[in-house]
């Protein structure tokens, strides 16, 4: 199945790597530390990025992007050590959770996602160690971003606004475009289901589509109240996501609602 972007925006974002000339708190050059509510408009290019020099914007104007948590890399972090992705994945997962009130489920199935960001070798020889989280509206396969409201926290608490919940509109879950449920769509995710946990070794590719395949048959069929006949999809995600901590795959049923 093809992973849906929003999620591999979060896991992939070390895979390349910018320049940036921005010394805004947690811009790429800078060495002060990132500001938790600082905003800036990203786009989906710079979803891919290691670093990131877009110059923070005041959060009551337009917006893609805040900034909703931060920390420091432990003594002895290499730049390009592959582990960071990991160390970074927990925490931001967690706090992104708590900040927009939605559990580890419902976070994979808004339109809304995270990014983070580390410092620019410049300022990284200079001693610079921290990380930046952004909460973004929409991932790197994106023809946009959708534009945050002026403080994003607690949008998925109680019943999130369709806006913010993610629907898919084609033949298929592979082939559609992903779209926020306010819009025209085939699909919605509607559930997700866990395929492993904490610790385990990744099982390998077919072992997880199975998985995927078997559990969301009966999860949303559930979820449509077992009708005789009904269509879903799946979305799995491979061996750089689970490294990264995620252990879900998420299950799509065939619906205008």
């Not at 983070?116 to 300022?123: L, M, N």
């Not at 990284?124 to 971003?145: H, I």
């Not at 819009?183 to 385990?200: F, M, N, P, S, Y």
Request: glycine content about 8%; some cysteine; charged content about 25%.
């Amino acid at each position: 199945m093809r992973r849906t972007p929003l999620l591999v925006a979060v896991l992939l974002c070390a895979l390349a790597a910018c320049s940036s000339g921005s010394t805004d708190p947690g811009s790429a050059d800078s060495l002060k530390a990132p500001v938790d509510g600082t905003c800036r408009n990203l786009t989906p290019a710079d979803l891919v990025s290691t670093t990131n020099a877009t110059s923070t914007v005041d959060c009551t104007r337009a917006h893609t992007a805040e900034t909703f948590t931060h920390g420091a890399f432990p003594a002895g972090a290499a730049l390009d050590d592959e582990k960071l992705g990991g160390y970074v994945y927990p925490r931001c997962s967690t706090a992104f959770e708590k900040y927009l009130g939605g559990d580890d489920s419902l976070v994979l199935r808004a339109t809304v996602t995270w990014a983070w960001f580390r410092p620019s070798k410049k300022a990284w020889k200079k001693g610079a160690r921290w990380y930046r989280c952004d909460v973004v509206g929409g991932g790197e396969q994106s023809p946009s971003l959708l534009r945050l409201p002026a403080k994003p926290k607690n949008i998925l608490l109680g019943k999130p606004d369709d806006k913010w919940m993610v629907c898919a509109n084609g033949p298929s879950v592979n082939e559609s475009p992903k779209v926020p449920c306010t819009q025209k769509h085939t699909w919605r995710a509607v559930t997700t289901i866990v395929v492993g946990r904490d610790g385990d070794p990744y099982p390998g590719d077919d072992d997880v589509e199975a998985r995927t395949r078997d559990y969301c048959s009966d999860s949303v069929g559930a979820w449509l109240n077992y009708p005789v006949d009904y269509d879903y999809g799946y979305t799995w995600f491979h061996e750089a996501e689970w490294k990264a901590g995620n252990r879900r795959s998420i299950c799509w049923a065939q619906t205008e609602k």
